[in-house]
Structure formats: C-alpha cells, structure tokens
C-alpha cells in the first residue's frame, strides 16, 4: 500500500534557525512528490514539484530535494512568516490520472 | 486566472439534513479530486475524477456520500442523511496537463458543522 510519513509532527525554530523537514514515501512507481504549504483557515497552497531523485527545487528560503526513498524541505534563515503547516503529497502509478496521498503534515512554528 | 471556487464556504446544518458541496474546478483542467481534513485523520482523498469520469471512490466514507461531475466545469459532493462525525474541511482540488505537469491547486474550503 502507498504511504506517505511525514516528520517531525511539529517544530518549534526560533527565527534564523535553520532546520529541515522529511518526507518519506513507500509507492510503486512515483509519479512525482509535492510540497505544499497550508496557512490556518486555507487550503493548501502549491509549492515544488519533485520527479526524479536528485532533482532538487528552491523558492526563497525553502529548497526541496528528493531520493528514491524520501524528500526534505530545508528552511534557510526562517522568519515567523514561514510559520504553517507544511505538506507532502506523492503520486503514483502507471496512469497521469493516478491518485495523490498526502502526509499528515509538519507545524512549523517560528518565534521572532 | 481564478482558482479553484467553492461553494459555500462555511455550513452548519443539523443532523440528518442534506448538504450538497459545489466546485468549480480550474478551467481546462482535467482532473478534479474531493478531500476531507480532520485534525484526527489529515487530509484524505475521497473520490477523484478525470475527464469528467470518476477514477477512484475508494476513499468515500460510505454510502451516504455521492459525488457527481456532469461537466468538465462543475462538480458536487452530497452527504445525505449527514452526521456529526461529517464535520470537516472539504477541499476540491483540480490539475490538468502542460507546463504544471500533475500538480493539484486547491480551494478554500467549505467547512462544516453538523450539530
């Protein structure tokens, strides 16, 4: 059965503290991961696409890398405004109309 | 260009009535997806359609629950009769083809009590 589990369930940086966030996936066939980035209130906003191991993505102070068995979200020098909860989703399968499963999540909480 | 639109975004409702969740999904998409969050249970997939086709209902909690999508444009979740224990954030979500490849845009939300 695919899985995703994501780690830590919450954390807790005080601002400038750089940390990172795993993402590890057991699927046949991985289609592509995905981070994505929920504020309260909202849905899920759309951050990196990862295909292949190796490939690695950035956006401001957030880079994503992947491996054949997990993902991590590095956080660079975080400011309180990068506090949310971050979300990891992988597709599978044969098909492009396969389904995506996300994780439960990772709190990130920045304290100035 | 608009998101995804849901509608509506909050609903308390009792017990035993219908409630019908609508969505409009990213035009030209072709894949639209309903999920379900819970503080207990995170975000799990319900039904997910493509081409206007339903693929996967496998998630739908049970019987009480319907989804349709009669075109490429609009979509709707029924929970009828519904229960306490339906009370959640609904999220439509759709993906399509091209550059953006299969990544899914989400909605707001449509939350909902049912007391």
């Known amino acids: 059965e695919d899985q995703v589990t994501q780690s830590p369930e919450a954390l807790r940086l005080q601002e400038g503290e750089s940390s990172s966030l795993n993402c590890s996936y057991t699927?046949?066939?991985?289609?592509?991961l995905f981070w994505y980035r929920q504020d309260p209130g909202k849905g899920p906003e759309f951050l990196f696409t990862?295909?292949?191991a190796g490939e690695e993505k950035e956006k401001e102070r957030l880079k994503a890398t992947l491996t054949k068995k997990e993902s991590f979200l590095h956080i660079t020098a975080p400011k309180p405004e990068d506090s949310a909860t971050y979300l990891c989703?992988?597709?599978?399968?044969?098909?492009?109309?396969?389904?995506?499963?996300f994780g439960s999540g990772t709190r990130l909480s920045i304290r100035p | 260009d608009a998101g995804v639109i849901q509608s509506p975004r909050h609903e308390v409702t009792e017990m035993g009535q219908e409630v019908t969740l609508r969505c409009k999904p990213i035009?030209?998409?072709?894949?639209l997806f309903w999920y379900r969050q819970t503080m207990m249970r995170g975000l799990e997939l319900l039904i997910y359609?493509?081409?206007?086709?339903?693929?996967?209902d496998s998630g739908m909690p049970e019987d009480r629950f319907s989804a349709k999508m009669p075109n490429a444009s609009f979509s709707t979740l029924k929970i009828q009769p519904s229960e306490p224990r339906d009370s959640a954030v609904y999220f439509c979500?759709?993906?399509?083809?091209?550059?953006?490849?299969?990544?899914?845009?989400f909605g707001e939300g449509s939350w909902l009590t049912v007391v």
């Open positions: 035009s030209g998409h072709n894949s």
């Open positions: 699927v046949s066939g991985l289609r592509g």
């Open positions: 989703a992988v597709q599978a399968g044969a098909s492009s109309a396969s389904k995506i499963i």
């Open positions: 990862l295909y292949s």
């Open positions: 979500a759709s993906s399509g083809t091209g550059h953006s490849g299969n990544t899914i845009y």
């Open positions: 359609f493509n081409n206007n086709v339903p693929i996967d």
